[in-house]
């Protein structure tokens, strides 16, 4: 009986020694993964704090695409950002603006045509409950119509009766809710133009051309387009999105989409308006 006592209570033990070791290991691979979550939100700061200072840095220069990496001891992070005023603003843009730009994506004439009106007549339902809301004193510092904006993500899109999902993922990459009523010329993609009314092929291509010529000579540019010059205005670089990717040594990755408002009279330098962490292929 002793015997088995003892051999009962060595077995206890082992098996109590076995758990707290499990136990210790689950500690341990969740203290290492939050240091790396830490590390990879700290490099995606720098990354943004990096990509911050090139814009400025910029001047007057217009901020096409660009990219910058940073590299540090805890790892490294990549930067790409370009100048949300180089998009269709889909709060702002004009109905002829939006009809073209969705049937640039893929929907006929007639679906263009009612899904934009639609588009502009959500935007007036929300202004005008933002006017009533803002009836009272307490609003006195109100924003101007100019600035309202009636959405505050482009996949608000979705709420419009009407807009395909195909058409609305083909036209993310393409607009804004941080823009204005016109395109920057000098900083909107080839697809941005060719999306706004009345651009043809060889419009497009001359135009293109033209801008590799005269980069800064917004005014020469958008006489190429004749009557569509109108949707054209440059306009100094203030909302800026930002592409971030973090690398650790061991693997480990992290990603976010940012978009920042450069305010050069503020006590801070730039201010982020959107910070969404986005999923890595390299994470593990």
Same mark, same amino acid.
């Given at each position: 009986m002793m015997l088995l006592t003892v051999l009962w209570t060595?077995?206890?033990i082992s098996a109590l020694a076995m758990a707290a070791a499990v136990t210790f290991r689950g500690f341990a691979g969740v203290a290492g993964v939050e240091r790396d979550r830490v590390q990879g939100d700290a490099l995606l700061t720098a990354g943004l704090?990096?990509?911050?200072?090139?814009?400025m840095s910029l001047g007057d220069e217009p901020l096409t695409e660009r990219e910058v990496a940073v590299d540090l001891s805890t790892g490294s992070a990549r930067a790409r950002f370009s100048d949300e005023g180089g998009r269709i603003d889909v709060g702002k843009a004009p109905a002829a603006v939006l009809a073209s730009l969705l049937r640039f994506v893929g929907a006929s004439e007639q679906q263009a045509d009612i899904v934009?009106?639609?588009?502009?007549d959500w935007r007036r339902?929300?202004?005008s409950r933002s006017a009533d809301a803002g009836a009272g004193p307490a609003n006195a510092l109100a924003k101007r119509p100019d600035e309202e904006q009636p959405?505050?993500?482009?996949?608000?899109?979705?709420?419009?009766? &009407?807009?395909?999902?195909a058409w609305l993922a083909a036209m993310a990459p393409l607009t804004t809710v941080f823009g204005s009523q016109t395109v920057n010329p000098l900083t909107a993609s080839a697809r941005v133009i060719a999306a706004l009314p009345g651009v043809?092929?060889?419009q497009?291509?001359?135009f293109l051309a033209a801008r590799r010529s005269y980069p800064t000579d917004a005014e020469r540019l958008a006489t190429l387009f004749g009557? &569509?010059?109108?949707?054209?205005?440059?306009?100094?670089?203030?909302?800026v999105a930002v592409e971030l990717a973090a690398a650790l040594p061991d693997g480990y990755a992290a990603a976010a989409h940012a978009v920042i408002v450069l305010l050069p009279q503020d006590s801070q330098p730039y201010r982020v308006l959107v910070w969404k962490p986005l999923p890595s292929s390299m994470s593990r």
């Open positions: 060595i077995a206890l704090e990096v990509a911050a200072g090139a814009v934009a009106g639609r588009i502009v339902r929300d202004s959405f505050s993500d482009v996949r608000d899109l979705a709420q419009v009766p &009407g807009m395909a999902p043809s092929r060889l497009l291509e001359a009557p &569509g010059q109108s949707y054209l205005a440059a306009k100094p670089q203030r909302v």
